[in-house]
């Protein structure tokens, strides 16, 4: 999806990922040709051909989300890292191509929120001093899909630039915007030891955008779709605390309809755990994320004129919240296909930061004093 979100302007020279589902996702979209489905530790730098603009690495997230087991990232240069450690040879490839002066002039890392937050952002400050060492600066946004999309997503990007690299003045504020920085954010920053606060950047991406109204009843189908039955919608009504069903019941006597987002949690109740329903009812729906289970599966409910109804979220639905095109080609098996709409990033979110700070900083990279300054203006290149 950072290959949609980036667009036609960009070329990607070679593509990686382990995941069978996601690799076959990818192929089937994109072509074979560049494409390389062994563990990333596998890949050599001599795999690595040419001279790119931009290495994205959209990273595993298991060990660094709230739903994970926060195991983080591991110790880099060691063979002791877990799923989302995968960073680190990603890490170590680059830095090979900077000894063959081959390193991309840009790097973007993306994950969720969680690489901040986890141990005072350990993993986060760990990232900083390996971009350091390599020769890089380096800062970081927090975009949520929510801004362009009617699904909440928060996503943290490091945007990495090459030392020997002019930033235009308009790319940086050289202090935090509350557009694109966070709290939580800032306070990861805070914790960064002083050497990573030497090659620190605060991008500016300019004024956010607004989502439109009604985007959500513009994508979701009331009409002729596959509703639960009476029996398994009320089965779900009697999961709810006193807190939940009075939230149902408000929307329920609306005079128009809401849709909300319907969860399956299990809770902590009397020293045992119960599974309850709980809902949500926004111009936006919850995270969408990668289904380990009939509890996990994502679903909606509609309440309103005296009427509650809930289904299962559509394919179509759900890759229309990511901003995929409706081209776009998905797993035929629901399962699948939402463990690649799970683990994705939202087009929107790319294209934006793409068309905000990539395209510039790749314009600035190609002046006469930057080497590889013989590619082409049309054209940028990516190691994704």
């Known amino acids: 999806m950072a290959r949609a979100g980036l667009g036609d302007r960009w070329q990607c020279l070679f593509a990686n990922d382990m995941d069978v589902i996601k690799a076959s996702t990818y192929i089937r979209n994109w072509g074979a040709e560049h494409f390389d489905s062994r563990d990333i530790r596998e890949v050599n730098v001599t795999d690595l051909k040419g001279c790119g603009d931009l290495a994205w690495a959209s990273f595993p997230c298991q060990d660094l989300s709230v739903a994970g087991n926060g195991l983080g990232m591991g110790e880099s240069g060691t063979e002791e890292f877990t799923r989302s450690g995968a960073l680190w040879?990603?890490?170590?490839?680059?830095?090979?191509?900077?000894?063959?002066?081959?390193?991309?002039?840009?790097?973007?890392?993306?994950?969720?929120?969680?690489?901040?937050?986890?141990?005072?952002?350990?993993?986060?400050?760990?990232?900083?001093?390996?971009?350091?060492?390599?020769?890089?600066?380096?800062?970081?946004?927090?975009?949520?899909?929510?801004?362009?999309?009617?699904?909440?997503?928060p996503r943290v990007f490091i945007i990495a630039v090459r030392k020997d690299i002019e930033i235009p003045f308009k790319l940086s504020s050289g202090m935090a915007t509350d557009s694109w920085h966070a709290p939580t954010l800032l306070r990861a920053y805070k914790y960064l030891p002083s050497k990573a606060h030497e090659d620190w950047i605060w991008w500016d991406l300019g004024p956010a955008p607004l989502l439109k109204e009604n985007a959500l009843e513009d994508l979701i189908r009331l009409n002729d779709a596959e509703w639960h039955t009476p029996e398994e919608t009320q089965r779900f009504i009697n999961m709810m605390t006193p807190l939940h069903l009075a939230r149902l019941e408000e929307a329920k006597n609306a005079?128009?309809?809401?849709?909300?987002?319907?969860?399956?949690?299990?809770?902590?109740?009397?020293?045992?755990?119960?599974?309850?329903?709980?809902?949500?009812?926004?111009?936006?729906?919850?995270?969408?994320?990668?289904?380990?289970?009939?509890?996990?599966?994502?679903?909606?409910?509609?309440?309103?004129?005296?009427?509650?109804?809930?289904?299962?979220?559509?394919?179509?639905?759900?890759?229309?919240?990511?901003?995929?095109?409706?081209?776009?080609?998905?797993?035929?098996?629901?399962?699948?296909?939402?463990?690649?709409?799970?683990?994705?990033?939202?087009?929107?979110?790319?294209?934006?930061?793409?068309?905000?700070?990539?395209?510039?900083?790749?314009?600035?990279?190609?002046?006469?004093?930057?080497?590889?300054?013989?590619?082409?203006?049309?054209?940028?290149?990516?190691?994704?």
């Open 255 to 384: 005079e128009d309809f809401s849709v909300g987002s319907l969860y399956l949690r299990m809770r902590r109740e009397g020293g045992a755990n119960k599974q309850r329903a709980e809902v949500t009812f926004s111009p936006v729906l919850g995270c969408l994320r990668t289904p380990r289970g009939g509890a996990s599966r994502p679903r909606i409910i509609v309440a309103g004129k005296g009427q509650v109804r809930t289904r299962l979220l559509f394919v179509s639905e759900a890759a229309a919240l990511m901003g995929l095109d409706h081209t776009y080609t998905l797993p035929e098996i629901y399962h699948h296909a939402f463990k690649v709409i799970g683990d994705g990033v939202a087009v929107p979110s790319v294209r934006f930061l793409a068309d905000r700070l990539l395209e510039p900083l790749v314009l600035a990279a190609r002046k006469p004093s930057v080497s590889c300054s013989e590619k082409r203006l049309d054209k940028c290149t990516v190691l994704a």
């Open 89 to 153: 040879p990603f890490l170590d490839l680059i830095d090979d191509l900077r000894l063959e002066s081959r390193q991309p002039h840009l790097l973007v890392l993306e994950n969720v929120v969680g690489l901040l937050t986890l141990e005072q952002g350990r993993d986060f400050a760990a990232i900083c001093l390996r971009l350091g060492e390599m020769k890089y600066r380096y800062g970081a946004v927090i975009i949520d899909a929510k801004k362009f999309l009617p699904q909440s997503r």
